[in-house]
């Protein structure tokens, strides 16, 4: 991946440092995103895990909802993660055809790590480290689920977008990132 890629991670709440941290290991620069003029010339986007109630506020709060929409809809490689799906949604920004189940596993005692595998995803399973995750509760047609756990989707993608329940950024494993940064408008059948 070329240094002149830049990737946005948006950056109101979450662990978006280690998101950045992997974007630069991937040879691309990362891009903090605060305010709309953040987004300018991004060639991919990543939301992070964090707390979506207080991300959402945050994006309100800076402007960021309709931006945030055109941007996808331009495109772009997005990954949403944890709290990241969620802000993805129909009830949050709309952009991504599924229902989010906040906290789903359970709060933070039952936080857990696995080992899933991820259709699309080279080089065998990816550790999955699930902290207060949601899960997909419902999901239209053209969302493609590339992993569950214990039958309840966990990873999905719809044209440009990949989204999970889980943090990628905690296990160090790059390969979901590389996966979400070469996805375009097309279905993952192309």
Request: glycine share 10%; proline share 5%; aromatic share 4%.
């Amino acid at each position: 991946m070329s240094t002149s890629r830049r990737v946005g991670v948006l950056a109101l709440q979450g662990d978006f440092e280690a998101h950045a941290r992997l974007v630069r290991s991937l040879g691309a620069q990362p891009q903090e995103v605060r305010v709309p003029d953040d987004l300018q010339a991004l060639d991919a986007l990543i939301i992070p895990g964090g707390e979506s109630t207080v991300m959402t506020l945050g994006i309100e709060r800076e402007g960021l909802v309709e931006p945030l929409r055109a941007l996808v809809r331009r495109g772009i490689p997005v990954l949403g993660t944890c709290a990241g799906m969620i802000m993805l949604d129909r009830d949050h920004l709309g952009v991504l055809d599924i229902k989010a189940k906040r906290n789903a596993f359970g709060r933070q005692l039952r936080s857990f790590e696995t080992e899933i595998e991820v259709a699309g995803l080279d080089g065998g399973p990816l550790r999955a480290i699930f902290i207060r995750a949601p899960w997909v509760q419902e999901h239209g047609d053209s969302v493609q689920v590339l992993a569950t756990v214990d039958g309840h989707p966990v990873a999905v993608r719809q044209s440009n977008m990949l989204a999970v329940a889980f943090h990628p950024e905690l296990g160090g494993d790059v390969r979901l990132h590389e996966l979400a940064l070469s996805l375009n408008g097309r279905s993952a059948s192309d």
